[in-house]
């Protein structure tokens, strides 16, 4: 629930939320479609949905993890993956190179302030460059 007094539960939405801020909404629109749709990172799409949902699972936020959890299964994610991801990492059936990704992010989003080195360390020696 947004909380927003203006915005009935069956209307909930980011866009609706966004509405009276046009003048911030659409760079935001963009930036957000950029980042999930854009074709300068080696992450698929479906990848990238599937990390949205695991970080909005982390931290509880209920509406944007069931929205990306559907886009990502929409896209070919193996249903139930989700699940398995917030309970264990290792253990998820997931492509091993996200494996280190998803604990980045997952620390990024828990304990920000613990963030070193060797976090990046681990996502680039699993392939992954900076650009992604």
């Not at 609706?16 to 760079?27: K, N, Q, S, V």
């Not at 698929?44 to 069931?66: H, K, M, P, Q, Y």
């Amino acid at each position: 629930m947004s909380f927003v007094e203006r915005i009935t539960q069956d209307k909930e939405s980011v866009s609706e939320i966004l509405r009276p801020y046009a003048r911030i909404a659409g760079p935001l629109s963009e930036l957000t479609e950029h980042i999930l749709r854009g074709t300068d990172s080696g992450f698929s799409v479906a990848e990238r949905e599937l990390i949205g949902a695991f970080v909005s699972g982390v931290n509880a936020c209920t509406f944007c993890c069931d929205t990306h959890q559907a886009a990502a299964e929409a896209m070919g994610v193996q249903a139930g993956l989700l699940d398995a991801l917030l309970v264990d990492i290792d253990g998820a059936p997931v492509d091993s190179r996200l494996k280190p990704v998803l604990r980045f992010v997952r620390k990024l989003t828990l304990t920000p302030t613990r963030m070193v080195q060797d976090d990046a360390d681990a996502v680039f020696a699993a392939g992954w460059d900076e650009r992604d």
